[in-house]
């Protein structure tokens, strides 16, 4: 899972690791832009998105 999120980040740095229910989430900071990439258990990317805006979406900044 670790090699496939540094994968994901293309350079980026993960700067966090957060457990989404039975999945992960590599927080990859990129150039100032933080995205989410969700992973299963084995490493298969989930989904992506834009952490900026889920936090904004949850109320918090």
């Known amino acids: 899972m670790q090699q496939a999120a540094q994968a994901e980040a293309k350079g980026g740095t993960i700067v966090r690791w957060e457990k989404e229910g ?22 298969k990317v989930v989904s992506k998105h834009d952490e900026a805006k889920e936090h904004k979406q949850k109320g918090t900044y």
Do not use: F, L, S
């Open 22 to 43: 039975a999945n992960y989430e590599a927080v990859i900071d990129k150039n100032g832009k933080q995205t989410g990439i969700e992973m299963d258990a084995n490493g």
